[in-house]
């Protein structure tokens, strides 16, 4: 795990260099063990890197790399888990054209660098399993070619500034670049307050970007954004298609056999590495399947760590200990206080260098802190909800859209119109019923089951028209509606809050995450399988407890899972978050800012402090304004 950065077309070389400096200087917790910069021979291309050392510890794994034949530069973040086998292909097929490549180390990037030479980008990538943002330049034709990994793992920004081409593992890394002036991006702030997340391809400022996962982008001189040029050379929409269209035909005890053949296989490939590694583990399927298949694996105790709460509703850590004493790991738990929750919220906005208000990102910061004290590398659990059918909103959506679908669509939006205009309408329920019923699909239906209240969209100034796609292909993608919702969320919700979420706040104690669950083939097989599999009634993620049963026992799992949050709507009342929040919105404030409507946010805390009222957005807004004054002012 590590930052990379890269510089287009400044035209200085001293210039080049003291900005990559302040570029890495700025990411150096993604990676602390070293780093280097590299400027080609014409001056036209400057790569930077910082090194968070897990396979390869010696000075060969360094980077930026240089190719054998001297022909390309590489910066990469990420881990390639089948580099040893790639590696023997690249040699085999060298070998029939009579080419023999000799490797200097044992890294994954040497052999991730010399295969895209060999093969070209898209099939060097088709090649390898893994997690991974890169950046490739191939000198005597000028050309940089950006990759991201197929679900969108590791992040990788992009854009221009002041004439130049840019790009960085952080977002506050391209910020730090000397003179940059990109106004904010207002448009995108509904978006932001509808979400609590700005969604790839927009970021916060004005022509920088998120590359989107599955997608390669090729630029060269004169590195302009009309001379970019776009291509997804992996689609999880394309996956879940053809995987709807072949599902599994074997038994549900097949189907779980053979995924635990390739979850095996994944949590194998994803526990090799030179540093000491351990998991994540709460009382919850996902974790407790990673982590029984993990110990499965070993020969050692694996290294288990988990954070419980004061506040019993929101403590699962009893179960999680009951959990790894029955997997016999070497357990290590912290019990985490109010205090230590309110300390980290000061550490967010250059943790994450945009706005960004999922409220599990403070327990999740707190796990991998305590992590990173044992170990270097950890293992999660996620994206077993949004590939094996865990959330329930998925058969409530279902439900709904199997009642309202029935009803001829120009007489429902016309009854919900009429509705939405109704006195009724300022009650909660009618409201959202009067949307619901002008939904045009499921997916539509999911997400206004979360987000109908109109003052969402009166919180900023300035109201955008950015497009951002549920679906990629329309309704009835795969034919089921509960895997349409699926889906969408393997596209937005896990890769633009999830693993945001994971990958900040663990890069911001220098811990490398890992995700079994989003290896290639698990994803791929995840898809064949039909919904019976998945879920019967209230409970969801069959295949993946008929596995874990088989190390676990069945009643230490089936009880309600708390998810990993806390209880902030309780905290904000309390005086000295209270005091902090009232601060943040203060209605001079916000009309010195020029970006938030102050009546509207003021309506909203008065609603919440008075009434209990409690909107979520409440949260998005004081992380919008934390990140307004500590990262976005702290630069002026």
Avoid at 150 to 175: A, H, M, V
Wanted: hydrophobic content about 40%; some cysteine; overall charge negative.
């Amino acid at each position: 795990m590590c930052g990379i950065a890269g510089i287009i077309n400044i035209g200085n070389a001293k210039d080049q260099r003291e900005n990559m400096q302040r570029m890495r200087d700025r990411m150096r917790r993604r990676g602390p063990d070293g780093g280097g910069t590299w400027v080609s021979s014409d001056g036209v291309c400057t790569l930077g890197h910082q090194r968070l050392s897990i396979l390869d510890l010696s000075a060969n794994g360094a980077q930026p790399m240089i190719s054998h034949s001297g022909r390309s530069a590489i910066t990469y973040n990420g881990e390639i888990y089948n580099f040893a086998c790639v590696q023997k292909q690249l040699e085999r097929d060298a070998a029939v054209k009579g080419q023999k490549i000799e490797f200097r180390s044992t890294c994954d990037t040497e052999v991730l660098q010399e295969a895209i030479e060999f093969y070209g980008m898209e099939k060097a990538l088709s090649l390898c399993k893994g997690m991974f943002a890169i950046a490739y330049y191939e000198m005597e034709s000028q050309t940089l070619t950006l990759a991201r990994d197929r679900i969108g793992e590791k992040p990788l920004y992009y854009g221009w500034l002041s004439g130049i081409f840019t790009f960085s593992s952080d977002l506050g890394s391209i910020r730090a670049i000397r003179g940059f002036d990109n106004p904010i991006r207002e448009e995108v702030l509904d978006l932001y307050f509808e979400h609590g997340v700005i969604p790839a391809p927009y970021t916060i400022y004005e022509d920088i970007y998120k590359l989107e996962p599955g997608t390669m982008l090729t630029l060269r001189a004169p590195f302009t954004e009309d001379a970019a040029k776009r291509k997804t050379y992996w689609s999880v929409t394309d996956v879940a298609v053809r995987g709807q269209k072949n599902p599994f035909a074997g038994t549900r005890k097949e189907a779980a056999d053979e995924l635990e053949r390739l979850l095996r296989a994944s949590v194998r490939d994803q526990m090799v590495a030179d540093v000491p590694l351990g998991a994540f583990l709460s009382a919850g399927i996902d974790s407790g399947t990673i982590v029984s298949l993990m110990q499965q694996e070993s020969t050692r105790k694996v290294k288990t760590f988990t954070i419980g709460m004061e506040d019993p509703a929101y403590n699962e850590a009893a179960i999680a200990s009951q959990i790894a004493q029955h997997l016999g790991t070497e357990h290590t738990e912290l019990t985490i206080t109010e205090e230590d929750a309110k300390a980290v919220i000061p550490l967010l906005p250059e943790m994450f260098a945009e706005p960004f208000a999922d409220s599990s990102q403070i327990p999740t910061y707190l796990v991998s802190k305590l992590t990173r004290e044992h170990v270097t590398v950890s293992l999660s659990g996620d994206a077993g909800d949004e590939l094996f059918c865990g959330y329930y909103d998925y058969p409530a959506t279902a439900r709904k859209w199997g009642k309202i679908r029935k009803i001829p669509y120009p007489l429902r939006k016309a009854a919900g119109a009429a509705l939405e205009c109704s006195p009724l309408a300022s009650r909660d329920m009618v409201r959202i019923k009067s949307q619901i019923l002008q939904a045009a699909s499921p997916e539509e239906v999911y997400r206004l089951s979360f987000e109908t209240d109109p003052l969402i969209f009166q919180i900023a100034r300035k109201h955008g028209k950015l497009p951002y796609a549920y679906t990629e292909t329309g309704r009835d993608v795969t034919g089921e509606v509960c895997h349409d919702i699926m889906l969408m969320d393997l596209r937005m919700y896990h890769p633009d809050d999830i693993l945001v979420k994971v990958d900040r706040t663990a890069m911001a104690v220098s811990l490398e995450t890992r995700v079994p669950f989003l290896d290639k083939d698990v994803v791929e097989f995840a898809w064949t399988l039909p919904l019976a599999y998945l879920r019967e009634g209230d409970t969801g993620k069959l295949v993946l407890r008929d596995i874990l049963y088989r190390y676990v026992p069945k009643n230490l799992m089936d009880r309600p899972k708390k998810g990993f949050s806390i209880p902030i709507r309780k905290w904000l009342k309390m005086p000295g978050l209270r005091a902090w929040a009232e601060d943040l919105i203060a209605p001079e404030k916000l009309r010195q800012q020029g970006l938030l409507n102050p009546e509207v946010v003021q309506r909203i805390w008065s609603d919440f402090t008075q009434r209990d009222v409690w909107r979520i957005q409440i949260w998005y807004i004081l992380m919008f304004q934390a990140w307004y004054e500590g990262e976005y002012c702290g630069q002026q």
